[in-house]
């Protein structure tokens, strides 16, 4: 019975910033890994961003040193700061959630998944 609410998305000028925030039902969240997924028209549903239990991170290669993720256990929540926005971050993204304490970036991990927010980025 696990749900995901997403919020935050937008329209924004490459260069901003926007921050995505997804709110989780369950008592189980502390354990789960938390992922940020983005999926652009005509293309795959691609890896962002992922967080374990205790707070470790890792970020895809196109977004390192400009997203960040983090969650607030205790809030049932987890964030995605993206700063430096670029074009080819347009895409609608997807808060996700994984049973495995230790998930990776791989997106058949993930049992759970939000509705998806729109983030556009105009040049």
């Known amino acids: 019975q696990v749900q995901l609410v997403e919020s935050g998305g937008g329209l924004v000028q490459a260069g901003g910033s926007l921050r995505l925030s997804c709110a989780a039902s369950?008592?189980?969240?502390?354990?789960?890994?938390m992922g940020w997924f983005r999926q652009a028209p005509g293309k795959e549903r691609e890896f962002v961003a992922r967080?374990?239990?205790?707070?470790?991170?890792f970020h895809a290669d196109s977004v390192k040193g400009r997203f960040t993720i983090s969650r607030d256990n205790a809030k049932n929540t987890v964030d995605l700061q993206m700063n430096s926005l670029k074009p080819e971050d347009t895409a609608i993204y997807y808060c996700?959630?994984?049973?495995?304490?230790?998930?990776?970036?791989?997106?058949?991990?993930?049992?759970?998944w939000g509705q998806g927010t729109q983030v556009t980025v105009s040049s």
């Open positions: 996700a959630a994984s049973s495995r304490v230790f998930a990776t970036r791989n997106l058949s991990e993930y049992e759970f």
């Open positions: 369950g008592r189980s969240f502390s354990s789960y890994t």
């Open positions: 967080i374990w239990s205790g707070g470790s991170t």
